[in-house]
């Protein structure tokens, strides 16, 4: 009896953790703060964990996509694909490539960095905002450069993603995409992309442990649908500072753990 339990307990923690960071995603963003220390957690090497983690949160980013798709740019969609096709296949197979150990020492980093970007969307996204509701002529960017700066940002997608989709907002508005529609649908496309490139290179290098990515993905599917509920009803500031603390706080066991 008791063994059977604790078999059973790497799957009720992951069905934990997954909820969560469906309904944190669907609600803020940065569900991957809970997910991937998770996998980790039930004994999942730290490569395979990410591509687990990815390949299961990334059916919700495409729903995105499509509630979005009216607000997409025609113009900037090549540099966007391409940028993300590109960046997104690189970055997952850098990640295939890289040792065990060596990622395992930036993990911490990582998510450290992605909390910081966290912290700082605020301000940025309450600027975009007030830049967005001034009226601007339309103005197509300067492709090459705006190709160049989106590409390592993809790359970043490819290989851990944290808090990019901040990132891919920024480099838009730096290059005058002002409407916040706009903004976001470029965002969650290019992140989409980039992620669904991840995945392909996961699936096809074998990096995915598929038991745990099946409960992963439908309870975070669970979550998500849940979060969605809630997520008009409660301050974006209170829950990205929620986020935030919950990165600090795994940025910092992880630290803990290379002592």
Not at 155 to 181: C, D, K, R, T
Not at 242 to 250: A, F, P, S
Request: net charge positive; charged share 5%; with cysteine.
């Amino acid at each position: 009896m008791i063994s059977s339990l604790s078999a059973h307990v790497p799957y009720l923690w992951l069905v934990a953790a997954s909820f969560i960071a469906g309904a944190i995603n669907a609600m803020a963003g940065g569900g991957s703060f809970i997910s991937f220390p998770a996998m980790i957690a039930i004994g999942v090497p730290p490569i395979q964990a990410n591509a687990t983690n990815t390949v299961a949160l990334w059916p919700g980013q495409l729903t995105s996509v499509w509630a979005l798709r009216t607000h997409l740019r025609r113009d900037l969609l090549a540099v966007v694909v391409i940028a993300a096709m590109l960046g997104g296949i690189s970055g997952a197979e850098i990640l295939l490539h890289t040792r065990p150990r060596t990622f395992m020492h930036l993990v911490p980093w990582l998510l450290l960095s992605a909390s910081m970007l966290f912290w700082i969307s605020g301000p940025i996204s309450h600027w975009l905002k007030s830049r967005s509701a001034t009226p601007h002529a339309t103005r197509t960017p300067a492709i090459g450069p705006l190709f160049l700066v989106l590409l390592p940002i993809c790359f970043y997608i490819g290989y851990f993603g944290a808090g990019a989709g901040f990132l891919l907002m920024s480099a838009l508005a730096v290059f005058g995409v002002e409407e916040m529609n706009e903004l976001n649908s470029l965002k969650v496309l290019g992140a989409c992309l980039a992620n669904l490139c991840a995945v392909l290179t996961f699936i096809w290098g074998g990096a995915v442990i598929w038991h745990y990515c099946l409960v992963s993905m439908v309870f975070a599917a669970i979550g998500g649908y849940v979060g969605a509920q809630y997520a008009r009803r409660m301050s974006p500031n209170v829950l990205r500072s929620i986020v935030i603390v919950i990165g600090c706080t795994m940025a910092a066991y992880f630290f803990w753990r290379q002592q």
